[in-house]
């Protein structure tokens, strides 16, 4: 299999991976700490999907981090379409939770002109924010993948 | 390049393409026949994505129909990247406005207990439906075009 970066097992791949696992827990840390996250069915489900981000990430990024100071490299077929599945998985759920959340976000900043929640509406933006930076790194990883197994 | 179901040009891409276009034009037309979807600007943000995959779909159905009817290859390796970046640009703006849309239908709906909207909550939900129902086949679509070019 070619060897660009971005792939498992290379610097730019673990750094994908950390900023993922980041954004991911950032996201996670700042709708979690609202009081009132729970009555609202986007929220708990972008708490779900940045979970799974969050270990994804992490489980990969040690992968990676290992092989990058072994200096092994990771690009069995079998591995690389594990690595492709769940890269789409986690990239399309976390695409949805950070849009339905958004959704929500905007219809009460902007639609209803104020947010009733008080304190916590600047905490629900951070961490729509983070959602959606943790999505780019993922989705290019995702892209990546697919592309090094169909150049095979 | 290789030729198998669903590249541009045969009877599967066809199929793909106009599932894309009725679905989206579905999803319009139950959205822009409600009196106060310009309220809620995730539904506006619906309508002008499902616009968008409307014309692409539809322009490249066109295509596909006349390569079909033709018996034409349509696998110019210039040709395909256009189709791969409009495909991919128009799945994730489809998936954006779907689930923006999804997250404030179920706040209606299952959080706040009931809909203020009337009549008008059964065509959110169609529209959301049909949206969805649109962002699968583009999704396929995408995907193909990405191997299609990995593949050479």
Same mark, same amino acid.
Request: with cysteine.
């Given at each position: ?16 991976r950390m900023?993922?696992?980041?954004? =991911? =827990?950032?996201?996670? =840390? ?8 729970f ?42 379409? +594990? ?28 639609? +209803? ?29 995702? +892209?990546?993948? +697919? ?6």
């Open positions: 299999m070619k060897d660009f970066p971005g792939t498992p097992g290379t610097m730019f791949g673990l750094a994908l900023s993922q696992f980041i954004f =991911a =827990a950032g996201s996670i =840390a700042s709708m979690a700490t609202t009081p009132s996250f009555n609202i069915t986007a929220f708990c489900y972008l708490i779900a999907a940045m979970g799974l981000q969050t270990i994804w990430s992490f489980v990969l990024a040690l992968l990676d981090a290992y092989a990058v100071v072994r200096k092994k490299v990771l690009h069995n077929p079998v591995l690389v379409s +594990l690595y492709l599945v769940g890269d789409w998985v986690t990239a399309t759920l976390s695409l949805a939770a950070a849009c339905s959340s958004a959704g929500i976000t905007v219809l009460y900043f902007n639609d +209803l002109g104020h947010c009733h929640f008080g304190k916590e509406c600047r905490k629900y933006q951070i961490s729509v924010a983070c959602a959606f930076l943790s999505w780019i790194p993922i989705s290019i990883s995702s +892209l990546i993948m +697919l592309w090094l197994l169909a150049a095979g």
